[in-house]
T-cell receptor, first 114, second 113 residues
Framework: NAGVTQTPKFQVLKTGQSMTLQCAQDMNHEYMSWYRQDPGMGLRLIHYSVGAGITDQGEVPNGYNVSRSTTEDFPLRLLSAAPSQTSVYFC????WGTGRNEQYFGPGTRLTVT | AQKVTQAQTEISVVEKEDVTLDCVYETRDTTYYLFWYKQPPSGELVFLIRRNSFDEQNEISGRYSWNFQKSTSSFNFTITASQVVDSAVYFCAPGGPNNDMRFGAGTRLTVKP
C-alpha cells in the first residue's frame, strides 16, 4: 500500500494563478481532509469529505475548492493564488470520522505564492 | 467546535531526562476523542495515540505515557528517558463526532545529547 500520496511536493505560483494539488489514497477510506500548516498555528482544516460526492467546509475554506468523484482521489484547487496561501498543505484520510479516528497523512506539498 | 491549548511552545531537555507536554482542551461534545501526533524534522505527521472521552485510564507505550484527566480537561504526554530521536513537534488534537478536529499550535521538543 502506498498510503496517502500527494503531488507535487513543491510548487511556486504567482499571485492570481490557479492550480490543483493532488491527493490519492489506496486504503479505501471514506473520509478525506485537507489541512494547511502555518508556523505557530498547527494544522487547520480547509475542506473534508465523508465519501464520494460529499464535501464540506472546514475552518479555513475561503479561496479553495474541492471535489470527490471517487473514493481514492480528493484534489484541492486554488482558484486565484494569493501570498496568504503560502503554506504547507497536508492531505489525510481516515476509516471513519475526521474527528473520531486516526488520520493517515500524506507527505505534504510546500506551496509558495509570490 | 473543539479548542485546544498547548501552552509550551518550545521545550529543550538533555537526553535521558523525562519531559511532559501539556494539552488542555475545550469541547461541548459529550463524546469526543483526543489524539497526539508527532512531526519529526522530516515533516511527516505520525499518529501516536487516540483516546475516547469514556476511557480515562492512563496509557503507557514503551517510554511514552499519557495522562487523561477529564476533570481538568487535560491530556498530557510524558516521554521517559528522552532520546535525541524524540526531537520533533508534538500536536495535541481533540476531535468530535461531527467531523471537526482542531490541532493545537504544537510543542517543539529538542532533546540534546
Amino acid at each position: 500500500n502506498a498510503g496517502v500520496t500527494q503531488t507535487p511536493k513543491f510548487q511556486v505560483l504567482k499571485t492570481g494563478q490557479s492550480m490543483t494539488l493532488q491527493c490519492a489514497q489506496d486504503m479505501n477510506h471514506e473520509y478525506m481532509s485537507w489541512y494547511r500548516q502555518d508556523p505557530g498555528m498547527g494544522l487547520r482544516l480547509i475542506h473534508y469529505s465523508v465519501g464520494a460526492g460529499i464535501t464540506d467546509q472546514g475552518e479555513v475554506p475561503n479561496g479553495y475548492n474541492v471535489s470527490r468523484s471517487t473514493t481514492e482521489d480528493f484534489p484541492l484547487r486554488l482558484l486565484s493564488a494569493a501570498p496568504s496561501q503560502t503554506s504547507v498543505y497536508f492531505c489525510a484520510s481516515s476509516l471513519w470520522g475526521t474527528g473520531r479516528n486516526e488520520q493517515y497523512f500524506g507527505p505534504g506539498t510546500r506551496l509558495t505564492v509570490t | 467546535a473543539q479548542k485546544v491549548t498547548q501552552a509550551q511552545t518550545e521545550i529543550s531537555v538533555v537526553e535521558k531526562e523525562d519531559v511532559t507536554l501539556d494539552c488542555v482542551y475545550e469541547t461541548r461534545d459529550t463524546t469526543y476523542y483526543l489524539f497526539w501526533y508527532k512531526q519529526p524534522p522530516s515533516g511527516e505527521l505520525v499518529f501516536l495515540i487516540r483516546r475516547n472521552s469514556f476511557d480515562e485510564q492512563n496509557e503507557i507505550s514503551g517510554r511514552y505515557s499519557w495522562n487523561f484527566q477529564k476533570s481538568t480537561s487535560s491530556f498530557n504526554f510524558t516521554i521517559t528517558a528522552s532520546q535525541v530521536v524524540d526531537s520533533a513537534v508534538y500536536f495535541c488534537a481533540p476531535g468530535g463526532p461531527n467531523n471537526d478536529m482542531r490541532f493545537g499550535a504544537g510543542t517543539r521538543l529538542t532533546v540534546k545529547p
